[in-house]
């Protein structure tokens, strides 16, 4: 009995010494003041004299996404924005979000802004930042105490065509997109006019007049005119991108109730090569899934 008794202990002594430690959790995230709405985030700011982290995200942005489960999962940047800022995101899809985005000329997502309790804009920027890039934009947003950061001159429409026709990128799009979308929020008639006329000059295919017509539709919020204009871009042309097909499949799962047209959109996932999607696109997938049949089992 003392012998069984002996050899137990050895061996609860022999695993205890070689169980593995496991790394532990990241032991906090960013607070996003989930519950609270604009006006009490800028309340909180001037109570804690703190500047405020803005972010404008939508939840078909694929750099976004990217923020999410990169720089914003980043330890140093958790516990930069937690110490120094009062930090608040926004769904610019949602119909509270239209005022802000009018406020802040936000014309591409993820839309990064810190400001000062008053709203006051004191660094913005448009588009995905790596961990250590966000985190020196987030000190020099520290250090400028208020300041405004003067804003470079920007090439005009003809510059920014003449460089996408030589490399036709989508980052080249983005930058005639953003051109779009500043002409429209000025409510210029006369650039927006230049910005559709060059495009169809240029481009004999019409992809990229279609492609800025399907832009409009969701600058302007107009979710029916972007289902028709996406069901014929994506049945006309070809060799279209994975960050497309991704783009509008997000667009569809948020906006559009027609069964048939979700399913298109589960297609179009399909043409994307399995090692180009993402556990969140797959989960898209599965959704689009449902809410067709959800949708096709209610009418």
Known sequence: MKYKLTLTVFMLMALMAFTPVFAKEPSSKIDFNAHKDFSSVLTLANQEHKIVFFDGYTKWCAPCRKMDVTTYLDDGVVDFLNENFISYHMDMDHKNAKLLAERYNILTYPALIFMDHKGNVILKHHGYMPPQKFLAFAQHALNANGQREAIPPQP????????????????????????????????DVEAIEKIHAIAKTQDASGRIEHKLQMDTAILNQNWGRYERLALAYFQTYQNVSAMDYKKSSYVFYGHVSTPSSLIKAVKWMSNIPQKGLSKGDLKLVENLKIKSARLHTAN
């Open 156 to 187: 005009d429409i003809d510059q920014l065509y003449a460089h996408y026709f030589k490399s036709p990128t989508g980052k080249n799009y983005k930058k005639i997109k953003m051109k779009l979308a500043e002409a429209m929020h000025l409510n």
